[in-house]
């Protein structure tokens, strides 16, 4: 790490990191050894050293991260601030964490006579949707989450926006040929 601080002006080091297709192998029914063979064990551990030792390394876990990534390093003359380092530390966890609640999911569902009502139990969920409604001005909105690898039991119709900083009103409807089931009234 003495080098790297000699060497260069910005004492951290950058990892990037993208994990082998578990969920799109598992999704398309590839046969169970195939799917096996997808399990990444390296990138993970990996992701977590960088996420733990995030003081003097930025991990990088989506491409969606590179935009913030540049611009925190155009508005620190080519270093990361560590105010980012610790957002993407936790990014990386949630990635990581995410990842491995996949794989006991569907090894779990392989396996015939696992138990029904297993002592541990993790669920992969996707934001699908954030709700404007449902939070004071010091709390984030709500959102609603599908079961990773499933669709939402219900189709978002009409999205609107009362400005660009708002966050979306969905109106819910069992089909997007008839009204909205859900109001727009305010309920502050």
């Known amino acids: 790490m003495l080098q790297i601080q000699a060497l260069s002006k910005c004492s951290y080091i950058l990892q990037v990191s993208n994990l082998y297709p578990f969920e799109s192998m598992s999704r398309s029914g590839k046969?169970?050894?195939?799917?096996?063979?997808?399990?990444?064990?390296?990138?993970?551990?990996?992701?977590?050293?960088?996420?733990?030792?995030?003081?003097?390394?930025?991990?990088?876990?989506?491409?969606?991260?590179?935009?913030?990534?540049?611009?925190?390093?155009?508005?620190?003359?080519?270093?990361?601030?560590?105010?980012?380092?610790?957002?993407?530390?936790?990014?990386?966890?949630?990635?990581?964490?995410?990842?491995?609640?996949?794989?006991?999911?569907?090894?779990?569902?392989?396996?015939?006579?696992?138990?029904?009502?297993?002592?541990?139990?993790?669920?992969?969920?996707?934001?699908?949707?954030?709700?404007?409604y449902g939070c004071n001005p010091h709390q984030l909105p709500a959102s609603v989450y599908s079961i990773t690898g499933t669709s939402l039991p219900f189709e978002v119709c009409a999205r609107t926006r009362a400005s660009h900083l708002a966050p979306l009103t969905c109106h819910v409807c069992r089909s997007c040929t008839a009204p909205p089931a859900t109001s727009t009234s305010s309920m502050r």
Not at 42 to 49: E, K, L, N, Q, V
Not at 100 to 126: F, K, T, Y
Request: aromatic share 6%; net charge negative.
């Open 31 to 132: 046969p169970f050894d195939v799917c096996v063979e997808n399990i990444d064990i390296g990138g993970p551990t990996m992701i977590r050293a960088a996420a733990k030792n995030h003081a003097f390394v930025t991990v990088i876990t989506s491409p969606s991260q590179f935009p913030d990534l540049i611009a925190d390093m155009e508005a620190n003359g080519g270093c990361t601030s560590l105010a980012l380092r610790k957002r993407f530390a936790a990014e990386a966890f949630l990635a990581t964490a995410h990842y491995d609640s996949m794989i006991a999911r569907w090894m779990s569902q392989q396996v015939p006579g696992m138990s029904e009502a297993p002592e541990h139990v993790s669920i992969p969920l996707n934001r699908e949707i954030s709700l404007k």
